[in-house]
């Protein structure tokens, strides 16, 4: 499967005579901001157990200061805390072997595929318009009605190249290996670039979550219409703030801040740059759920 970074902002409001540039504009802008081009924080951080880990396979976040700043401020409030963003999978799996302390931010897909070789407690889940769980859901333009005709075509996607090749694989079934070797994907930094690609034609389908297509068609319900639903995934919990099993005071005192968070506005406004507005603790039947 191929696959190109890029990104297009919300710009649907626009008069159409200058629509085209500014999306040329928008991409030029995305390309140069993307997570490829950025310098890891991780290498020159303070890395030790009063840290809060972010590693996220679902967003493509195009702005790691911003998001460290933020998070490093709100969580100096409670004492000497820190925010590791981190834009590399591989390197977060790294600190997450060797650090015995602290806290994770992951997706629950993630935490799938690490909890079967790391040994690690998903404590709380994240919460998001009342719900903790989503759906992703494969839209594409209307003249492509059934799966086979995305083949030679482009799906755009929010989330990283793996999580999507995983999802659209669980989505496509059967057909997914011959559909996805001949598709190309669009990797831009939002679901509402993704849903958006496909209305000004740079991609043919968009895999996004069944809340921001419903988002969409709350503020235009053109575009919304010009959209056939092809198929959604199962469903999945939204990111989890998991612990190492050998884990000290430190790791509660960050998960307890964290599920403090949604009660101040400043800790509301920080959730929402993950896309979540609150945390909570995972039930027994849930934990149950996530075990291998």
Not at 48 to 74: H, P, Q
């Amino acid at each position: 499967m191929r696959y190109e970074k890029f990104g297009i902002s919300a710009i649907f409001t626009m008069p159409s005579v200058i629509r085209f540039l500014a999306l040329a504009i928008s991409a030029l802008f995305l390309i140069i901001t993307s997570p490829i081009g950025y310098s890891e924080p991780e290498t020159n951080a303070s890395l030790d157990s009063n840290t809060l880990y972010f590693y996220n396979s679902e967003t493509n976040i195009n702005n790691y200061v911003s998001l460290k700043i933020a998070f490093d401020t709100y969580l100096a409030k409670f004492g000497a805390f820190h925010f590791q963003p981190f834009s590399d999978k591989d390197t977060f799996e790294k600190t997450l072997i060797e650090k015995q302390d602290g806290g994770f931010l992951l997706s629950s897909w993630h935490y799938r595929i690490l909890q079967k070789k790391i040994p690690m407690t998903p404590v709380l889940v994240g919460v998001s318009h009342g719900k903790s769980t989503q759906r992703k859901v494969l839209s594409a333009k209307n003249q492509i009605n059934k799966v086979e005709l995305l083949k030679g075509g482009k799906i755009a996607s929010a989330a990283t190249e793996a999580y999507t090749r995983t999802i659209l694989n669980q989505i496509l079934g059967g057909k997914s290996a011959e559909i996805l070797a001949q598709v190309k994907l669009i990797l831009v930094p939002k679901d509402i670039d993704a849903l958006m690609a496909v209305g000004f034609g740079m991609a043919d389908a968009a895999l996004t979550t069944e809340d921001s297509l419903e988002n969409l068609a709350k503020i235009n319900q053109k575009q919304y219409s010009m959209l056939t639903r092809l198929g959604a995934s199962e469903k999945q919990f939204l990111t989890l703030a998991v612990v190492p099993k050998k884990t000290a005071m430190n790791s509660a005192a960050l998960l307890e801040i964290l599920e403090g968070m949604s009660k101040a506005t400043e800790g509301e406004s920080k959730l929402r740059m993950l896309g979540l507005d609150g945390w909570r603790k995972l039930t027994q039947s849930e934990l149950k759920e996530l075990e291998p």
